[in-house]
Structure formats: C-alpha cells, structure tokens
C-alpha cells in the first residue's frame, strides 16, 4: 500500500527511507552487476553512444579551458531551446565549495561542437560579519559559492528562457552551501541572440532581501514577461521541487520539504509522476508534484550519491541512468518497457581519464548527470542527451541512440566515406575529448574517414563498434596512419565485458605490431600516408588469429587472453587508465606533469570496417 504524505512537523523526523515491495513500484529486477575494479564496470557496452568533452580544465594554460585557470567544475545541466543546446555548470578554483564560485555556460548547436564557457553568475562578494545559524564564525573578506540542483526553465506561456543559480555560504572548509542558509536562488534571461538578461533574486533565503544584496528582486523588472516567466515557474512543484536542498527548510513554494536532493522526474502512462533522488530514492505523485507517496529506496538498485536520471524516451520506453556502484564509475542506463520494471544494465560511459588536479572533494569518475527536465526542450533527433563532469574536472556530453540497445544483430559492412558528420553514426561508439576528438574528416587520399587525433597526454580518442557476437569470424579494416613517428593507435577484439584477447597496434616508432602475452610482435612497417587493408580470421575455439596486411598473410598468434567469444572492435589511441581502482585514496594531493600542454598531434584514419562469419 502506499502511504500518504506526511505532515511538515512529521517529516522533520524523518530520517530512514521506508521500502516497499509492493507490486506497483519501481523496482530493478535484473541480475546484472559491476565490477568495480574496471572503469567500464564489464557491463556490455549501449550501442550509438557518444561521449563529447565540452571543457577541459587548464590551470596551467587557463587561456586554452575557460580563461580562469579553475579545477573544480561539476554539477552542469542542461536545456534544448531555440535550435540551441545549453549547459551551465559550477565552477571553483581547486576543489568542492572552496570560495569563490561561479557557473559558466556553453552553447552549441549540434551537441559536438560547444561555445568557449561565459560566465553566467559571477562571483558574489559577501558582507562582512555575517553569522549562521548555530555558528560562531563570522564572514570577513568571503565570497559565496555556487550550489543549484536546476539550472533551466523555459515558460510555456511566455516562450523564455531562464537559467537559474544559487548562491550559497561556506565559512570554513567542508562547510555545505545547501543548508538553507545561504544567500539566496539567481535568475536571469538567456535571449535568442546568446545574449543575457540582468541578474536578479528570484527567492532570498531568511534575513535576506532587496537592502542586503546586490541583486534587485526580479519583481523590480521592467519586463513583464521575464516577471510572469518567473511566476510560472514558482507556481510549478515540479520545478520548485528541485530547490529544496538550498531554500529555506519551510518554504512555502516547495511543496515536498524532504530532505532528498537532486530531484527529477518522469511520467507513466497512467499519468502519475515518478520522482527520482540521490541514493536511488523514489516516490509517486498523482497531482502534478502537489503531494507525493512516502519515498523509498528501490529494491534491486545498488547505487551511491552521485545522481540519478530518468526519463521517457523516445520509443515510448523508459530509461534510469546512474552509477550502478558505491563509487562514481561506471555510469551506466537501465530500460524499461512500463516505467516501473527495469531489468537490463549496460554501459554509457566507461572511460575515466587520470585526475590531473586534485582538490575537496574531488571523486573519480563520470558523474552528477543531468538530462534535459520535462518542458525544457526536445532535441529533434529523438535521442537522449544528458551532461555530467568527469573527475568534477572536466564538463561532458552524452548522445544515447534510441532504442536503447547492447546487443548487434547485424554484421558490420561500412564504408565510412559515406558520412559527412559524426552525429551519422548512431551504431557506433563515441568517446571524444577535445584534445583527442573522434570526427569525419578527409583522409589524406581525399575521402572522408572516421578520424581519431590525439595530442592529449593523458587521454585518448575511441571508437567501438558492436556486431553480433562470434566465436569463429573474420573482420577486415581499412586505415591510413597520418605519421609513423608519434603517436598509438590499438585495434583491439573484446568480449562483451570489454575483456580484449587480440590487440594490433600502430606503434609510434613505425611498427605494426601485435599482442602477445607480455610481449609484442612485429608484423611490418608502416609509412605515413599510406592505406593499409587489415583482415582478422579469428578462431576463438583455438584461441589463435591470422593477420593479413594487404592481402598478405603476416602472422598467426595466441590470444593473450582466454576471450571465448567477441562482440565488438574497439579502436583507440592509447592505452586504457589502470590506476582508477576502489582502493585508490580519496584524498590525495597532487598535479600531473604538464596536464595543461598538448603533445605532438597523431592521427588515424578509418575508411571501412567489416564483419562476416
């Protein structure tokens, strides 16, 4: 049975989550678990995922990032307004709610190629002397931080778009912006142009208000319409409900006063509401958000405090995409055919890059995603689009292809001079830092290829590409390496745990070379510029395979894995990071060598791919 809301003074006592098992819940029936020793958890891999960096921190060449230098950027949202994406995020110098903050904003009009970030809501300065509740440090020469759980609001009635921020108070470190005791939520207008509106209040938390900050109220604008965009979205619990952690603990337009963060929502077809929270809580609601059932932790679900996402997607089918682990990799989605059931797991994002700078707070993997809230914009490709931090370093993208899959049916037979951009490659997987892109681009013969170009020194780019798993098959590529003197690119056969048992590789002193145990082969020499026509016979039962170059067959070797079975090519221009495990130390200190300077340019160009049994 579910239970009804409880009274204000009753869910101040509230502390423990109740569970319930009753058959109209959400709940995670699959049997599928991670490994948390791999940043790809072995979960299989979703097909037509694309992983895009939109920023990469740069202390040391801060010209090259944001223009401020700063490490901590986290907790990005995101909207589709005006044939535009928008994301706006938290940044701070080096680490979790260490003053002074701001929230940047980046623009595209693909979701591949994003704007230089703009600062959105600058840095608060506060008054001096100010005491919290409870406290008895006093502020002196401080500035607030950015904490905010939303991020857009598009008004139905008027059209516009608002982005929307909060500023928040923290005295001394490891204090917390989100306890009701800041100074109070920020809005202004995003208009068509890219332009922005003025800054204004839109809610002051107590002993706040139009004498002590620097900021009117926005009841103070001239512009009608901004006044009533900004009404709209107060009159909406499905909006307000997102601002719980910061407002006050008894704000009235908060209808649900719980103390559960980073609210989203989606509709069944019965028209209740579904409310997901951090930790896999949920509720229901069938008022629009006015009153809801007694939230519980999802039977099934294993998560941690790193966010959670749902959403119906475009097939009619329903998604959850979190992090299926204690830690913050991998991030993985769940479908669902009725919003309630959700039976698989499977990977969309795997890759974790080192930590280049470390600071408060600062946990390991891909995380805090958002997609884009019900009412702010759908992207006209049908497909789902979420943002998320890496590292709360860098600022990222996701396109999931929908339907929502991680089985190939179908052999590879692709001539990749066919596409003219990258967004075409909705069954092939996608990870694209900006110092290691993944593009279309003419190869140096003149076709258009699948290019991967690395001058990152502590990442790379990747593409995979699922097809039907096989024991005993044959997959033939076409590459042109642009140099022979710099530069990796491994070709690898993994199973659907991203297990990998056949590895050949363009070395960076000129050498083709395949994997073998500890070792490595040479096959051949290879020239830049030059196309190479590579064939695989793989015979797993065996556990052998036969490299031909060229047509000619080079040399058969063991697998340097026990890989009984394949189901996808992975391409990569570097090697995999080893050092994410759950037993690396949450606090360390340290900046890796020269993070913030690209390395000499490498590139590869991939004409064709083929599977066949």
Same mark, same amino acid.
């Given at each position: ?43 299989? +891999? ?12 740069? %202390? ?73 509740? $409870? /406290? ?48 109070? /939520? ?23 208000? #139009? ?40 704000? #009235? ?117 958002? $997609? ?41 037979? #692709? ?30 013969? $003149?076709? &258009? ?28 590529? +076409? ?36 994997? /073998?145990?500890?070792?490595?082969? =040479?096959?051949?020499?290879? %020239? ?21 170059? &060229? ?37 360390? =200190? ?24």
């Amino acid at each position: 049975m579910k239970k009804t809301i409880l009274t204000a003074a009753a869910a101040v006592l509230f502390t423990l989550p109740v569970s319930l098992q009753a058959q109209d819940s959400v709940r995670y029936t699959g049997n599928m678990r991670v490994n948390i020793d791999y940043p790809h958890g072995q979960l299989p +891999s979703v097909m037509g995922v694309h992983n895009i960096q939109t920023m990469r921190a740069n %202390k040391e060449q801060p010209e090259l990032a944001d223009g401020f230098g700063w490490a901590y950027n986290h907790a990005a949202m995101i909207a589709y307004w005006n044939d535009t994406f928008y994301i706006n995020y938290l940044s701070d110098p080096d680490g979790e709610h260490y003053p002074p903050g701001q929230t940047l904003l980046q623009t595209s009009k693909d979701g591949y190629r994003w704007s230089r970030p703009k600062v959105l809501f600058p840095i608060y300065k506060l008054p001096d002397g100010i005491k919290q509740e $409870g /406290r008895e440090e006093v502020t002196k020469d401080m500035h607030a931080v950015m904490h905010q759980r939303m991020g857009f609001y598009v008004s139905p009635k008027t059209g516009k778009l608002l982005t929307l921020g909060y500023y928040g108070i923290c005295v001394v470190p490891k204090d917390n912006p989100n306890d009701g005791q800041g100074v109070g /939520r920020v809005v202004r207008e995003i208009y068509p142009d890219g332009t922005f509106g003025p800054i204004y209040f839109i809610r002051y938390n107590h002993g706040w208000n #139009e004498q002590n900050t620097s900021y009117p109220f926005y009841k103070q604008s001239k512009d009608a319409e901004f006044v009533a965009a900004c009404d709209e979205l107060m009159a909406d619990p499905m909006m307000t409900m997102q601002w719980v952690e910061e407002s006050d603990r008894n704000d #009235e337009v908060i209808p649900f006063k719980r103390p559960f963060k980073a609210f989203c929502y989606y509709v069944l077809p019965d028209g209740r509401d579904v409310a997901l929270w951090k930790g896999g809580m949920t509720a229901f609601s069938s008022d629009s958000g006015r009153t809801w059932t007694e939230p519980y932790k999802i039977p099934g679900i294993i998560t941690g405090t790193a966010k959670s996402w749902g959403q119906r997607t475009s097939d009619g089918k329903y998604a959850m995409v979190y992090i299926p682990s204690v830690f913050r990799w991998p991030m993985a989605v769940s479908v669902s055919d009725d919003g309630l059931n959700y039976k698989t797991l499977a990977c969309v994002h795997g890759d974790v890059s080192p930590m280049r700078y470390t600071g408060n707070e600062k946990s390991y993997g891909p995380q805090y995603l958002r $997609g884009i809230m019900p009412g702010n914009g759908t992207v006209p490709d049908n497909n789902m689009w979420l943002t998320y931090s890496v590292n709360k370093e860098d600022i990222w993208v996701m396109r999931v292809t929908v339907p929502i899959l991680d089985k190939a049916t179908e052999e590879v037979n #692709e001539n990749l001079s066919k596409y003219t951009k990258v967004s075409e490659l909705d069954r092939w997987n996608i990870y694209s830092p900006l110092w290691a892109p993944v593009a279309i681009e003419k190869a140096p013969n $003149g076709q &258009n290829a699948l290019a991967l170009s690395d001058r990152d020194p502590y990442d790379y780019a990747k593409v995979e590409r699922l097809f039907p798993e096989a024991s005993r098959f044959t997959v033939e590529y +076409s590459i042109i390496p642009a140099q022979n003197n710099t530069g990796l690119l491994n070709v690898e056969l993994q199973d659907d745990k991203s297990s990998a048992a056949v590895r050949v590789c363009f070395d960076p002193d000129g050498m083709i070379r395949v994997k /073998r145990g500890a070792k490595y082969g =040479n096959v051949m020499p290879y %020239k830049a510029g030059e196309k190479y026509d590579i064939k695989l016979d793989v015979d797993a039962k065996n556990y052998r395979y036969t490299v031909y170059v &060229n047509g000619e067959k080079k040399t058969t070797q063991g697998f340097y894995a026990p890989v009984p079975s394949f189901t996808k090519i992975v391409f990569r221009t570097g090697e995999t990071n080893k050092n994410l495990h759950p037993d690396r130390s949450a606090y360390e =200190n340290f900046v890796l060598e020269k993070a913030g300077y690209p390395v000499d340019k490498a590139s590869y160009y991939l004409l064709s791919l083929k599977t066949s049994k």
